[in-house]
């Protein structure tokens, strides 16, 4: 399957060249052109997924490179982000104008805004596709509020509640993930050498073939970073493609996204089935909730597709149901009680709960909360 192809157009050889490398740091194939005519042609007769430009090119303004690419149905739809040396808003604005998605400017900060936008602009074209497996992302306003414990415990009820569908969960918490700690997994595998492997060996196939089966979980597993000098060097880049990847090779793809709202989580947000927020009774977690909460539908997640959480990770105490969901301002699906040192004992044994204290209350919860989300998730896909 094809790699992220990006091309990038700028007459300017050193800056091209910066930008190239980069973006191939960021683990994105690169193409280049040096001049607007050339980067037409390139873009033509290679397809790349995403064009940099920087407008001010001598032979064919962006402006105009951008008018061709739209008007051409073989580029027509291709992002277009312009990094430019020219920081005039009525240049940004023609560029804008002429079909530019993004308007960058060159500073000394503009390799990391490129690469949030790039990985944006693609995460919306890759993960936008509802096909495949169902996606569902877990995450949190705060760490602690068990956002992992419970995207591997209800991984493992859906995997256990339907055996013929194929189920796996990738840690995505940067810099350091937890699940492989939680269900005891040993190998060398993670998201870090997965991504650094090169996207024509990161097919489906591989993805079938290559994760280990969690024994008593019934999942597979991408375990996250190791530890956080190896979480800085993740290749962003790749994981839209991955994602895709397991979409084909899985029915069920659960990603644990933690307390992290970043260019790499959002499109996998945006682009859910199903989003299990997951919310602890203490005033300040909940306060945050309503932060995230907000943020998301202010870039478009709609409640439909929001399967709130309320974990008692932190103790008796706290707010009900009631006055969390009040000061959220969303409906909360299912309550999970405090399990005291139980749910930690389950997860230093690396066992599912369900099988560690399989007549507790939480274990019946966490099953018929595995069927609720996976009815809902197919609901809104059928939709
Ligand atoms: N309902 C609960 N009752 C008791 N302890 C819990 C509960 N949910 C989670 N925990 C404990 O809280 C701690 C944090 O959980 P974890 O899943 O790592 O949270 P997060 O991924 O959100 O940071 C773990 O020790 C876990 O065992
Ligand atoms: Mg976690």
């Given at each position: 399957m094809a790699g992220n192809k990006i091309l990038v157009v700028?007459?300017?050889?050193?800056?091209?060249?910066?930008?190239?490398?980069?973006?191939?740091?960021?683990?994105?194939?690169?193409?280049?052109?040096?001049?607007?005519?050339?980067?037409?042609?390139?873009?033509?007769?290679?397809?790349?997924?995403?064009?940099?430009?920087?407008?001010v090119i001598a032979d064919l303004k962006g402006e105009d490179l951008a008018a061709r690419l739209r008007s051409d149905v073989r580029t027509s739809k291709i992002p277009l982000i312009a990094l430019s040396s020219d920081a005039q808003p009525a240049r940004s604005r023609s560029c804008m104008d002429a079909g530019f998605n993004e308007y960058l400017i060159k500073t000394a900060q503009a390799v990391p805004a490129l690469i949030e936008t790039v990985g944006r602009l693609l995460g919306n074209t890759a993960a936008a596709a509802k096909e495949g497996g169902l996606q569902i992302a877990f995450l949190s306003a705060k760490g602690g509020t068990g956002?992992?414990?419970?995207?591997?415990?209800?991984?493992?009820?859906?995997?256990?509640?339907?055996?013929?569908?194929?189920?796996?969960?990738?840690?995505?918490?940067?810099?350091?993930?937890?699940?492989?700690?939680?269900?005891?997994?040993?190998?060398?595998?993670?998201?870090?050498?997965?991504?650094?492997?090169?996207?024509?060996?990161?097919?489906?196939d591989f993805f079938r073939d290559s994760l280990t089966e969690m024994a008593a979980w019934k999942f597979h597993l991408i375990a996250?970073?190791?530890?956080?000098?190896?979480?800085?060097?993740?290749k962003v880049g790749r994981i839209g493609d991955i994602i895709r990847a397991l979409k084909e090779a899985y029915d069920f793809v659960l990603i644990d996204l933690g307390r992290s709202l970043s260019r790499i989580s959002l499109p996998l947000i945006e682009h859910a089935d199903l989003i299990a927020m997951i919310v602890s009774t203490d005033l300040s977690t909940v306060r945050l909730t309503k932060t995230v909460w907000d943020y998301l539908q202010s870039k478009g997640v709609h409640s439909t597709a929001v399967y709130t959480i309320l974990n008692r990770a932190v103790g008796l105490e706290g707010l009900t149901k009631v006055e969390a969901e009040k000061i959220i301002g969303i409906e909360i699906k299912t309550a999970v009680p405090y399990l005291g040192g139980n749910f930690a004992l389950a997860n230093n044994q690396h066992q599912p709960l369900t099988f560690k204290f399989p007549n507790d209350t939480a274990s019946i919860i966490l099953k018929e909360t595995a069927q609720q989300m996976v009815a809902l998730a197919r609901h809104l896909r059928a939709d």
């Open positions: 700028d007459a300017d050889t050193a800056s091209r060249n910066f930008v190239a490398a980069a973006l191939q740091k960021a683990g994105y194939q690169i193409l280049q052109a040096a001049s607007g005519k050339e980067g037409l042609i390139v873009a033509w007769r290679d397809r790349p997924e995403v064009i940099v430009v920087d407008p956002t992992s414990s419970l995207c591997a415990n209800i991984a493992m009820n859906i995997a256990h509640n339907q055996p013929e569908a194929r189920v796996v969960v990738v840690d995505l918490v940067l810099p350091i993930g937890s699940i492989a700690e939680i269900v005891g997994y040993e190998g060398n595998q993670n998201l870090v050498t997965i991504c650094d492997l090169p996207a024509t060996e990161t097919g489906p996250g970073s190791p530890d956080p000098e190896r979480g800085n060097e993740l």
